[in-house]
């Protein structure tokens, strides 16, 4: 990676100046106009070494040679450099051949990731969708990267929602079979579907908070379906069975998949053997009838409640079912790492989860290493998060249509391709959609709130995913124009002019992006290098007529520059979980 071979070379300069090993590093330079690169590290170095920044940045200065180029020091010890032309060409033709333009792979570690986080019976919603679309685009860059990466839905399935909902179809339709002793011998024709069940659940949960009655009998279905009353476990069966059918069609128009189905319930036989056995060792507490797990240290900041184990009347909890979900996934996939890409607002749960992980060995000497990587709301803009006009909750379902429906309307305004069919109009636009909410999400760190603006996020210019798919889209026809008028790529030359050598800076810098992406993350480094490619290879393309360069050689290494660019925009938006329509 270009980066590392600055440093070493920088490295190099140091050591041949007479400074021994010195940590050097290169970066983008603050003024173009000097150079490209610069490097400050004669300024950390002055103090040990004794001397004048300055007088260290000319020694080290003198000793760079190719492809360092335009040497110089400003300041009090700037090093200002920029690389030779013919070594930009070579290094960045090289990608012709590299499918992974220069980036790295690491070393391979075992990552969980759980994202998604669907719960049966409710419509996903903008949470949901966020955690989604970050999760996704982290699991493939990991995977870019070399790592084993085993993804896991995480449904919930298995607490007091679950119970309220039994109660709630019981009390309505109490001649089921699913409420007889032993429970129905067969498959039911009791109607239940995902739209049934959406509408059900607010019901049951408004019931429930405004009746204690309601409550209790819903507590009490939870216990009696977590014990294993076998007709209250067939209909929760139907319950999930018809939920996860919808969230799988809804993910699968998002392009996000998983390599587990798993959920709650999964760990619900070792629930029992788990809590015995931090009773038996003193790890939980019993504290006003319930069965605790105290986590909190004497140094919090903000004091950290007990991790609730067993309620009172023997049900379980949410972090009941994380703990034990942790120590399924230690004994059957030995993870290094677990990644929850979770709502922000869930931090505190998951610090008496980890804790609580700890407190019960189920995580053993830091490992696996257990983390929350939260994210902000989405908004709308009243700044609360996003809502449908009349006020509910925003279903994943609806958004996309939303999002899908105005790509639509912005096609409609610009011109396509005359051949373009009807059925390919509708691919092209489901694409730009889903491209257009995406890169929003991901653009700005996971951590930010952002304002829900579909106008914005579906504009062809500006950093959006649209302009992005667009500017591959151009690419890919200035390539195909090419091949129809028999021009061919060929080897790089030396770039000529101020743009050129920009594009093929920003492509040396995919690999640097990619691991920031990881090391951070957080998707937004990428989204932020995909961008910059494609302005500076906009203003390439304008400032270069790339088909009627009469110099063959140029022409052909200006082609080659255009398919590594299209090549790295394709790979980059790839790792977003965003794909380019072919043409548009
Ligand atoms: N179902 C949860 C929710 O809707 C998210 C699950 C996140 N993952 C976990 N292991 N807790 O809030």
Not at 18 to 25: S, T
Request: charged share 25%.
């Amino acid at each position: 990676m270009i980066w590392t071979y600055l440093n070493e070379k920088l490295a190099e300069a140091f050591a041949a100046a007479g400074y021994g090993e010195v940590p050097a590093v290169a970066e983008r330079s603050r003024r173009p106009d000097v150079g490209q690169f610069q490097c400050n590290t004669a300024m950390t170095l002055a103090k040990a070494a004794r001397q004048a920044p300055v007088a260290i940045a000319n020694q080290v200065a003198g000793k760079l040679e190719f492809p360092f180029d335009r040497v110089s020091v400003a300041g009090p010890g700037f090093i200002n450099f920029s690389l030779a032309d013919e070594f930009l060409a070579s290094e960045t033709g090289a990608f012709l051949h590299d499918p992974r333009h220069g980036c790295p792979a690491v070393e391979p570690l075992r990552l969980m990731l759980d994202f998604g986080g669907p719960n049966v019976a409710k419509r996903m919603h903008v949470g949901h969708i966020r955690s989604s679309i970050i999760g996704d685009s982290l699991q493939r860059c990991c995977r870019f990267l070399g790592h084993d990466v085993v993804s896991d839905v995480h449904l919930g399935d298995w607490g007091l929602p679950m119970g309220m909902l039994v109660a709630e179809i019981r009390r309505r339709w109490p001649e089921l079979p699913y409420f007889t002793p032993g429970g129905p011998d067969g498959p039911v024709d009791d109607g239940i579907t995902v739209d049934l069940l959406n509408k059900l659940y607010p019901e049951a949960s408004g019931r429930c908070k405004a009746d204690p009655a309601a409550l209790e009998e819903a507590k009490q279905a939870t216990t009696a379906l977590q014990t294993g009353d076998p007709g209250l476990r067939a209909l929760w069966r139907r319950m999930v069975d018809v939920s996860v059918e919808a969230v799988r069609a809804d993910l699968g128009l998002m392009g996000v998949s998983f390599d587990l189905w798993e959920g709650e319930s999964d760990v619900r036989d070792r629930l029992d053997g788990m809590i015995e056995r931090l009773t038996a060792s003193g790890v939980a507490e019993r504290s006003e009838g319930a069965l605790v797990v105290p986590v909190g240290r004497d140094d919090d900041a903000e004091p950290v409640p007990p991790l609730m184990l067993m309620k009172g009347d023997g049900s379980v909890t949410y972090g009941t079912t994380d703990v034990a979900t942790i120590e399924h996934r230690v004994e059957k996939y030995a993870p290094d790492t677990i990644w929850y890409v979770v709502d922000q607002r869930q931090r505190l749960h998951f610090v008496q989860v980890f804790r609580a992980a700890e407190a019960a060995g189920v995580v053993e000497a830091g490992r696996p290493v257990l983390e929350h990587l939260g994210f902000g709301t989405m908004n709308g803009p009243d700044g609360k998060p996003f809502k449908t006009r009349s006020g509910e909750v925003m279903s994943l379902r609806s958004l996309l249509e939303m999002t899908i429906d105005e790509a639509r309307k912005r096609l409609g305004e610009i011109a396509l391709a005359a051949d373009i069919t009807d059925a390919e109009r509708e691919t092209i636009a489901t694409r730009i959609g889903l491209a257009a909410i995406k890169f929003a999400d991901l653009r700005n760190h996971r951590q930010s709130d952002y304002v829900f603006d579909l106008a914005q996020f579906s504009s062809f210019e500006g950093k959006t995913g649209p302009y992005l798919c667009y500017s591959i889209v151009r690419s890919r026809s200035i390539l195909a124009k090419a091949a129809a008028a028999g021009f061919a790529g060929g080897g790089l030359v030396a770039p000529r002019s101020d743009e050129e050598r920009d594009v093929c800076l920003r492509l040396l810098d995919f690999g640097r992006a990619v691991l920031a992406t990881y090391e951070r993350r957080a998707p937004n480094a990428l989204c932020e290098h995909a961008f910059e490619l494609a302005q500076s290879f906009n203003a390439f393309y304008h400032a270069h007529h790339i088909l009627s360069e009469e110099d063959a050689a140029r022409r052909a290494s200006m082609l080659s520059l255009t398919r590594i660019v299209c090549d790295q925009l394709v790979l980059a938006l790839g790792i977003l979980g965003i794909e380019a329509p072919e043409r548009m």
